[in-house]
């Protein structure tokens, strides 16, 4: 893709994401877009602990999963095929937590990525992969 076509593709994106109203009704914000790259943030808030007084594995989820589809977009239409995740240590509410998202595999039908759900002294919250199929 050119840099113009790039340009408008992740503006398009950045677009989408002000009408994805689950996202941002958590408070997910986007800090930066680019070619097989997002980072989105949220903070925690007391709402969204589980019954153990921790960020729920959804609140997690979700923002990865946002920097997920965010990322795999940025190279045109792509939808969810398969993602796993792994939780590595516990969030409390007030907590600001970042998602990494970073293109792994690109092919012409299927894109592969890596998401990194971290605080933001850089521990490890989670680790998220995901598979598309490139409409």
């Not at 925690?44 to 960020?55: I, L, R, T």
């Amino acid at each position: 893709m050119e840099d113009s076509c790039v340009e408008q593709t992740i503006n398009e994106i950045k677009e989408k994401f002000e009408q994805d109203n689950f996202p941002r009704k958590l408070g997910v914000s986007i800090v930066n877009v680019g070619p097989g790259y997002a980072k989105v943030q949220m903070t925690v808030s007391e709402d969204m602990q589980n019954f153990h007084g921790m960020a729920h594995g959804g609140v997690i989820f979700t923002l990865a999963d946002t920097a997920f589809g965010l990322a795999a977009n940025t190279r045109g239409k792509a939808v969810g095929l398969q993602v796993s995740i792994n939780y590595i240590r516990p969030v409390k509410s007030g907590t600001v937590i970042f998602a990494v998202g970073e293109e792994e595999e690109l092919t012409k039908s299927t894109g592969i990525y890596n998401i990194t759900v971290e605080t933001e002294d850089g521990k490890k919250v989670a680790l998220f992969r995901g598979v598309v199929f490139r409409v």
